[in-house]
């Protein structure tokens, strides 16, 4: 009984260390274990693509190289994300990571933000494709950490086209209407997909803003959105394809994804859009062609550039670990998957010549190239997200047949300006 008993407390003894020896070696045992709050976009369109299986796949990559670190992460739709983010951050339950479209600088102006040396990599902050890091800056300092980004091209349909005997695809704005012209002579519903309603108006916007020699800003940053040849542009845009009917009847209630729909379904012959278009027009059976953006003298000099942000917020305090992950996401095959999946494009350099030099890249290789010198909302000024949402509720009136563009973009650039006044940016 005597020797039973020793033996049990033998037993319990090794248990009790080989317990005590597992808990130091394991953060998780002794709640040690940080947890990242991750909140994402979602970009895929149905459950066999959404974004959350890629995070997923890539936190169980992350966590087999850092298991001290845990990720949890939430994926919302493009059109809820802001206003989620925006609910945890007022309930004081701010996310460590976030993305968003371009809202980061009202956090950046509050002091929630770190900036991006504070948890980057020099390294890894140095990858990023220029032209983005500086769209990612608040007074100069960047804060918005670009995760993939989008240009704009011209996407036309092959057999439309040639049904209407048209051989290449235009350069410029009144070879484009000649070409809408010949385009309804041959029974074509909606020779130019314009959509200028609220989903996405601020693209479509500036496709013609740039065509047109303008844009939303002057060389020094500051609103010029009712601009000579800004007012001039859209001028043209209603006297010339609006009013004769060469695009849909009502361009101020048309989305994006209305528009885009149309091209899959052969009533649209053409229209700006973004390399995601590519896959639809591929399954939808239309044999399609991009081009740069026409302009009024000539094909654009540069292109509408749309990213998604990524921010980290300063309110869980842990900067160590956000940068660990963080350098772990911008690995080059990470942000090359990703970018592969949904048709976007990489915002690094390592990644985007990783995609340049792979013929499977093939598609996207325009769109990338026009990368460098894309032209990107001002995100930077607090001022942009209520700017967009004048813009949406009033830039379709212009070009109606009444629509005066000098009174609409008056109109934008005044509360633009009163809105940068009163944040001070």
């Known amino acids: 009984m005597q020797r039973r008993y020793a033996g049990v407390v033998a037993a319990g003894l090794v248990a009790s260390l080989l317990a005590t020896l597992t808990a130091c070696g394991s953060d998780d045992a002794q709640g040690d274990k940080t947890e990242l709050h991750l909140v994402a976009v979602e970009h895929g369109d149905r459950s066999g693509n959404s974004s959350k299986r890629y995070w997923d796949k890539l936190i169980g990559e992350f966590q087999f190289k850092s298991p001290g670190i845990d990720v949890k992460v939430e994926v919302f739709d493009r059109d809820r994300i802001d206003e989620e983010i925006a609910g945890l951050v007022e309930a004081g339950k701010a996310p460590d990571l976030a993305q968003t479209g371009g809202s980061f600088a009202g956090y950046a102006e509050k002091d929630k933000l770190y900036s991006a040396d504070e948890i980057l990599s020099t390294a890894t902050q140095g990858d990023f494709v220029p032209s983005l890091a500086e769209a990612g800056t608040v007074r100069r300092q960047q804060y918005g950490l670009p995760f993939v980004a989008s240009t704009r091209a011209l996407f036309y349909n092959k057999d439309l086209f040639a049904d209407a005997g048209i051989k290449r695809p235009p350069g410029t704005w009144e070879q484009l209407r000649k070409d809408a012209v010949a385009l309804r002579s041959a029974g074509v519903k909606t020779p130019y997909g314009l959509p200028l309603g609220p989903e996405d108006a601020e693209a479509e916007t500036l496709n013609w803003l740039l065509g047109g020699g303008g844009g939303y800003s002057d060389d020094g940053g500051a609103y010029d959105i009712d601009s000579p040849q800004n007012v001039q542009s859209f001028e043209w845009l209603r006297d010339k394809l609006v009013k004769p009917g060469l ?32 896959q639809r027009a591929l399954e939808s059976g239309v044999d399609y062609g991009i081009a740069p953006l026409p302009g009024r003298n000539g094909p654009t000099k540069t292109t509408t550039g749309v990213a998604d942000w990524m921010m980290a917020f300063k309110q869980g305090g842990h900067q160590d670990e956000i940068r660990t992950f963080l350098d772990f996401v911008y690995q080059e095959k990470n942000v090359v998957e990703y970018a592969d999946k949904y048709d976007l494009l990489p915002v690094t350099a390592p990644a985007s010549q990783a995609m340049r030099d792979d013929t499977a890249h093939k598609p996207l290789w325009e769109f990338l190239d026009w990368l460098p010198t894309a032209t990107f909302y001002p995100v930077g000024k607090t001022s942009w997200t209520p700017t967009v949402r004048a813009l949406r509720k009033s830039i379709g009136t212009a070009v109606t047949d009444k629509g005066s563009p000098a009174a609409v973009l008056g109109q934008v650039q005044r509360s633009a300006t009163a809105t940068e006044v009163a944040d001070g940016s």
């Open 247 to 278: 695009t849909q009847p009502d361009p101020a209630t048309t989305s994006r994804d209305d528009a885009y729909a149309d091209f899959m379904n052969g009533k649209v012959a053409m229209l700006n859009g973004h390399p995601t278009l590519m």
